[in-house]
């Protein structure tokens, strides 16, 4: 395997760790606003939630990323690009947009 896919699936595994961890950190923290902060639902919550940090490690070990990212909205996108009041309105309006969909659409 050449060195620059080697560099880029360490990397791909160690965002998959941090991610999970931060899940975790989330969830114990605060269950609701981890859940919504993520996009996960109860069942999947729980799930990782009740990783072992062995798990994590083993799960964090795929080839694939496996956290998702909300950036393939362009009004979600295009709201983050302006400045309105400053940007205090930029948070605001991004959690509204957010808030409309459902966890498959987050996916």
Do not use: W
Request: contains cysteine.
């Amino acid at each position: 395997m050449p060195a620059s896919e080697n560099s880029a699936l360490s990397d791909i595994q160690e965002v998959n760790l941090s991610y999970l961890m931060l899940a975790q950190r989330l969830l114990r923290e605060n269950y609701a606003a981890g859940m919504y902060r993520l996009g996960f639902d109860s069942d999947v919550a729980d799930i990782i939630l009740g990783l072992s940090p062995a798990q994590l490690v083993k799960l964090a070990g795929s080839n694939t990323l496996i956290c998702g990212f909300r950036l393939n909205d362009y009004e979600l996108l295009s709201t983050l690009g302006q400045d309105v009041l400053g940007g205090v309105l930029q948070q605001a309006h991004s959690t509204i947009l957010l808030a409309q969909r459902s966890p498959e659409q987050l996916a």
